[in-house]
C-alpha cells in the first residue's frame, strides 16, 4: 500500500509559480512511475506529467510543456512539481500518482494505482 500527501498548493496571479510536493510512504518508491493529474470544476481529471522510477524519462501534456517541470528525490521519497506561468485555466484540484507501470502508460488516468487527496491550485487573472 502506498500512501501519497500532497503539499503546496494556494492561491497565484496569472504569471505566478508555485511547487507542489507529494510525499510517499513506503519502502519501494523508486520502482513506481510518479505523476500529476488535475482537474477543474465539471471537468474529468487529466494527466499533466508523468515521471519514470529512475527519473530519466518524462511526459508532459502538450498545454503545459515549457512552463511546468516534473522531478523525484527518491531519496527522500518525494516527487514535485515546479509550475511557472501560471495561467487560469490552469485552476483546478492537482493529485498526485503513483503506478506500477510504465511513465508512458501512466498517462491514462484509468491505471493509476494510488491517488493522494488532492491539492487546489487557483490561479487568478
Known amino acids: 500500500q502506498v500512501q501519497l500527501v500532497e503539499s503546496g498548493g494556494g492561491l497565484v496571479q496569472a504569471g505566478g509559480s508555485l511547487r507542489l510536493s507529494c510525499a510517499s510512504s513506503?519502502?519501494?518508491?523508486?520502482?513506481?512511475?510518479m505523476g500529476w493529474f488535475r482537474q477543474a470544476p465539471g471537468k474529468e481529471r487529466e494527466f499533466v506529467a508523468t515521471?519514470?522510477?529512475?527519473?530519466?524519462?518524462?511526459y508532459y501534456t502538450d498545454s503545459v510543456k515549457g512552463r511546468f517541470t516534473i522531478s523525484r528525490d527518491n531519496a527522500n521519497n518525494t516527487v514535485y512539481l515546479q509550475m511557472n506561468s501560471l495561467k487560469p485555466e490552469d485552476t483546478a484540484v492537482y493529485y498526485c500518482?503513483?503506478?506500477?507501470?510504465?511513465?508512458?502508460?501512466?498517462?491514462?488516468?484509468?491505471?493509476?494505482?494510488?491517488w493522494g487527496q488532492g491539492t487546489q491550485v487557483t490561479v487568478s487573472s
Open positions: 500518482a503513483a503506478d506500477r507501470a510504465t511513465a508512458q502508460y501512466m498517462r491514462l488516468v484509468k491505471s493509476v494505482d494510488y
Open positions: 513506503g519502502r519501494t518508491f523508486s520502482s513506481y512511475a
Open positions: 515521471l519514470s522510477g529512475s527519473g530519466d524519462t518524462t
